[in-house]
C-alpha cells in the first residue's frame, strides 16, 4: 500500500519588527481608550499610584544617603516621566531583544533604575547620585506601592501591565484560536472541604462565596481515597488512572529502586504508567506548577517534564509574568515580609502554648515564601497568559496553603489567610477571562484535605522506624523515608528549568546550585539518606528495611525477597512484629496479606478479613469511613504496597491524628479531612440537582471530561445551559397552577 506524504502546514508568518512594535502601541491606546470601567476609572487610578510612588520618593530622600529630594511637585514630575518611559519603551524592548529569566530580570530592574535616573536629570530638584541610590529608592517604591495596593484595595488585576498581556500574547503569536469553550482548573493543593466551607461561612473569601449565593457554582465533595496525596490525587484527575501508586515514596522490589514522586525521573514514570485516553490536557491544554502534566503539550514548572525526556523552561511564558515592571520588585519585597510574618507568627504558637505544633525554623520560611509570594504571583500570572492565547484548558496547583497548613496546622490563622489569597487569585483570574478569546468556566478543586495531629514520636517518645527495628529480630539495617520533601518539588521544578535555559542564566545558576544539583536535576531539600529517588537501585546490597511514610500512612518493605512477604513469613522472621504494631497506642491498624485468609486489617480489638468482609471483634475501619474496606482491598492489590501497610491513630472526637513526618497537618493517610476533598464547578455543566459526592481522584476525572462534552455541546448548539432542575421546576409551577384553577 503506498500512502501520500502529507505537507506540513506553513509555519505562521509574523509582521517584522517595527510593525509589531506600532501595534504594541496601538493596543495600550486602545487598552487606555476602552479601559472596562471607564477612562475616568483608569485615570483615578494613575493619579492615585502616581501619588503613592512620588510619595514614596520623598521617603527615599529621607532615607538614602545620595537622594535628595527639594520638592513634593518635584518628586511628582519625576514619577510621571519615569512612568511614561517604561510605558513607552519597556513593552517594545521585551519583543526586540533576546529574552532569558536573567537578562529580563535585569531589564526589569534597570528600567526601573534608568527611567529614575535619566527623570531626575530632568527636573533639578531632584537629585539620585548613582546606579546604588536608584536600586534602592526604585526598591523603596516597590515596597510602599505593595502596600499602598493592599491598604487603598487598588486590585493588581486591574493594573495596565496585566491587561496589556493580553495584547503582547497576541503580538507573539501562537494564538489558539480553535472555536470551543475553556476550562481553567486551580488546585488548591491540600485544602478540605470542611476548611473552604469554615473560609466560606467566615468571609474569608467573598468573591467564591458571591458565585455560590448568585448559583453560578455548586460546591461538592470527593473521597480523596488513601493514598491521599498529591501524587495519587493529582495522577487520577489527570490522567484518569492512580493505580500502583501506594504512597508519595515506595520501593520497587523488582528494581530494589526507591520511588520519590516529586522527583522529575519518578515522576516521570508515574506520568507513564498512568498516561492514556483519558489524559485532561491532551487536546492543546497548558500545565502549570503540577507533578504530572495530564498530557498538556504545554508544561511550565511540571516535576514529570523535567526529566531529560520531558520538555524545558518556557521563556515566553515566564516573560509575560515579567512584563510587569513592579514583578519582580515587589516579589523581592513580598519574599522578604513573609519571612519576617513567619518569624513573628511562629513565635506567637510557641509564647501562647498553641498545642499541637513542630518546630518552624529553616528552611520552612523560605519555602513559605516562595510558595506563597513569587510562585503564587507567577502561577496566576501564566494562567492569564494562557487565557489570553486561549489555551483550551489550563490546570495549575497551588501549593502555600497546603504548605502553610503542614507546618501551622490546617485551620490555624496563617493557613486560613491563604484562602483568602485564593479567593483574590481566582479574582483576578475570572476578571481577566472577561477580555480572552473564548469563554471560560472555572473549576477548583484539591486533590486531598490535611488532617491536624500531634507527631507520632512527639506523642510516644519514639519514631516509627525505631519501634519497628526495636521489635524486629537481631540488628537491622534500616531505610527511613520519612522527610519533609513533597513541599520541594514545584521550588526544585521551577530551578531545574532555570539550570537548562541556554545562555548566562544556566551557568550562573548551574555555578550557584552546583552542589545540590545530580545532573541537570536541582534537588534542594532534605537530601539524607534515602530522600533521593533510586536508593538502593543497581546495587548487590539492599537495606534490611525500608520504611516509607506519607503523613500517617507508612509502607513497610522486607527488600531482601523479591516478593511481598506473607503474614506467616513475618512471624516466622520476626515474631513481635505485627503484635507490637497492633498493640501500640499510636498505630490504627495494620494492612497485612496472609497465606490462608488473603487481605487482613488488624487492629487492637478486632480483625476485618477483607476478602469476605468479615468482621471479628470490633472492626478497626468503622472510624475511617464507609470506603475504608474498598480502599483497602485496592493497596493491598498493588505490586508494590509495602509488606505492612500502616496507618496511625485517628481519633473523631478531636479529627487528630498522629503523623509518621514531622508536620502538625498530614496527609497520606486515612482518618479525618485528609479524606474530604472538594470541587467547585459551575452549576450549568451538571446534570444533578445536589451537590456531587464523589468516590475517588479518577471519578473527578470522569466528571470533569463530562463537564467539558457538555460545555462543547451547549456551545455548539448555541444554546444557554439551563439549570438542572429546570424540568423540576416547571412540573411544580404546573401543578400549582392547576390547583389554582381547581380552587
Known amino acids: 500500500m503506498s500512502t501520500t506524504p502529507t505537507t506540513p502546514p506553513a509555519a505562521p508568518v509574523r509582521p517584522g519588527v517595527l510593525h509589531r ?30 501619588l503613592v510612588d512620588a510619595a514614596a520618593l520623598v521617603v527615599a530622600g529621607w532615607l538614602v544617603p545620595g537622594v ?27 519583543l526586540i531583544l533576546p529574552q532569558s529569566i536573567l537578562t529580563t530580570a535585569l531589564l526589569t530592574v534597570l528600567f526601573l533604575v534608568g527611567t529614575l535616573l535619566i527623570a531626575q536629570r530632568l527636573i533639578p530638584s531632584v537629585t539620585i547620585d ?11 517604591i516597590a515596597l510602599v506601592n505593595a502596600i499602598a495596593l493592599a491598604i487603598l484595595g487598588l486590585d493588581e488585576d486591574e493594573s495596565f501591565y496585566r491587561r496589556s498581556m493580553r495584547k503582547l500574547a497576541r503580538a507573539r503569536g501562537d494564538v489558539d484560536d480553535r472555536p470551543g469553550p475553556g476550562f481553567a482548573i486551580l488546585q488548591v493543593d491540600g485544602l478540605s472541604e470542611p476548611v473552604i466551607k469554615n473560609a466560606l461561612r467566615t468571609g474569608r473569601m467573598p468573591f467564591l462565596s458571591s458565585w455560590l449565593r448568585e ?76 507533578m504530572v502534566s495530564g498530557g498538556a503539550p504545554r508544561c511550565v514548572a511540571t516535576n514529570s517534564q523535567l526529566s531529560k525526556q520531558g520538555q524545558g523552561i518556557r521563556m515566553d511564558a515566564f516573560s509575560l509574568y515579567l512584563i510587569n515592571p513592579y514583578n519582580i520588585t515587589r516579589g523581592a519585597v513580598t519574599f522578604c515580609q513573609s519571612l519576617i510574618v513567619e518569624y513573628f507568627q511562629a513565635r506567637k504558637q510557641r509564647t501562647r502554648g498553641v498545642v499541637p505544633r513542630i518546630t ?65 487569585m481566582v479574582r483576578s483570574l475570572a476578571r481577566a477571562a472577561e477580555e480572552a478569546p473564548r469563554t471560560y468556566h472555572f473549576i477548583l478543586l484539591s486533590d486531598h484535605g490535611q488532617t491536624q495531629g500531634a507527631t507520632f514520636d512527639e506523642r510516644y517518645g519514639v519514631s516509627l522506624e525505631g519501634l519497628v527495628r526495636r521489635l524486629m529480630t537481631g540488628e537491622v539495617d534500616s531505610l527511613a523515608a ?83 512477604r506473607s503474614l506467616e513469613d513475618i512471624e516466622a522472621l520476626h515474631p513481635d512484629l505485627v503484635r507490637g504494631l497492633v498493640e501500640h497506642p499510636g ?74 513526618e514531622h508536620q502538625v497537618g498530614a496527609h497520606g493517610g486515612f482518618g479525618g479531612p485528609q479524606n474530604q476533598a472538594f470541587l467547585l464547578y459551575p452549576t450549568a455543566l451538571e446534570t444533578e440537582t445536589e451537590p456531587i459526592a464523589l468516590v475517588g481522584a479518577e471519578a473527578v476525572n470522569t466528571r470533569i471530561h463530562q463537564w467539558i462534552a457538555r460545555a462543547r455541546a451547549l456551545e455548539t448548539d448555541g444554546a444557554t445551559a439551563a439549570p438542572p432542575d429546570t424540568a423540576v421546576r416547571s412540573e411544580v409551577a404546573e401543578v400549582l397552577q392547576d390547583a389554582k384553577r381547581s380552587g
Not at 21 to 43: Q, S, V
Not at 130 to 140: C, F, N, P, R, Y
Not at 219 to 244: F, V
Not at 587 to 614: K, M, N, P, T
Open 21 to 50: 512594535i506600532a501595534n504594541i502601541w496601538a493596543d495600550e491606546y486602545d487598552t487606555a481608550m476602552n479601559w472596562p470601567n471607564g477612562r475616568r476609572h483608569l485615570l483615578g487610578r494613575a493619579v492615585v499610584i502616581t
Open 68 to 94: 535628595v529630594v527639594e520638592s513634593l511637585l518635584g518628586a511628582l514630575l519625576v514619577t510621571i516621566i519615569a512612568g511614561l518611559l517604561t510605558f513607552a519603551l519597556r513593552p517594545v524592548a521585551f
Open 130 to 140: 548613582g546606579i546604588i541610590a536608584a536600586v534602592i529608592t526604585a526598591l523603596i
Open 215 to 290: 448559583g453560578s457554582h455548586k460546591l461538592g465533595r470527593y473521597e480523596a481515597l488513601a493514598p491521599s496525596m498529591t501524587t495519587a490525587g493529582q495522577t487520577g484527575i489527570l490522567h484518569g488512572d492512580n493505580s500502583g501508586i501506594p504512597a508519595f515514596r515506595w520501593w520497587e522490589r523488582d528494581r530494589r529502586y526507591l520511588m520519590v514522586s516529586n522527583h522529575p525521573e519518578d515522576a516521570f514514570l508515574i506520568e507513564q504508567r498512568a498516561s492514556g485516553p483519558n489524559d485532561l490536557l491532551r487536546d492543546g491544554g497548558a500545565s502549570i506548577s503540577n
Open 360 to 424: 518552624r525554623g529553616m528552611p520552612f520560611p523560605f519555602l513559605r515564601a516562595a510558595t506563597t509570594t513569587l510562585l503564587r504571583d507567577m502561577t496566576v500570572d501564566l494562567m492569564i497568559g494562557e487565557m489570553y492565547r486561549g489555551t483550551p484548558i489550563i490546570f495549575a496547583d497551588y501549593l502555600g496553603y497546603d504548605e502553610v497548613a503542614h507546618h501551622a496546622g490546617p485551620e490555624r490563622p496563617e493557613s486560613m489567610d491563604q484562602l483568602e489569597v485564593v479567593d483574590r
Open 482 to 564: 520519612t522527610g519533609d520533601a513533597e513541599s520541594w518539588g514545584p521550588v526544585n521544578a521551577f530551578f531545574t528549568e532555570v539550570v537548562r535555559v541556554p545562555g548566562r542564566t544556566a551557568r550562573l545558576a548551574r555555578r550557584a546550585l552546583a552542589d545540590e544539583t545530580t545532573g541537570d536535576v536541582v534537588s534542594l531539600g532534605p537530601s539524607g539518606k534515602g530522600e533521593r529517588s533510586g536508593a538502593g537501585a543497581g546495587t548487590d546490597s539492599v537495606p534490611d528495611l525500608v520504611i516509607a511514610a506519607s503523613g500517617n500512612l507508612a509502607n513497610i518493605y522486607f527488600p531482601d525477597v523479591p516478593e511481598r
Open 587 to 660: 498505630i490504627g491498624f495494620v494492612l497485612v496479606r496472609s497465606e490462608r485468609f488473603g487481605a487482613l486489617a488488624i487492629g487492637r480489638q478486632g480483625i476485618h478479613y477483607l476478602a469476605d468482609d468479615r468482621v471479628v471483634g470490633d472492626d478497626p475501619l468503622t472510624i475511617f469511613g464507609p470506603h475504608a474496606a474498598d480502599n483497602l482491598r485496592r493497596l493491598d492489590s498493588y505490586t508494590h504496597v509495602g509488606d505492612i501497610l500502616v496507618n496511625s491513630i485517628y481519633d473523631p472526637s478531636t479529627d487528630e491524628i498522629a503523623p509518621f
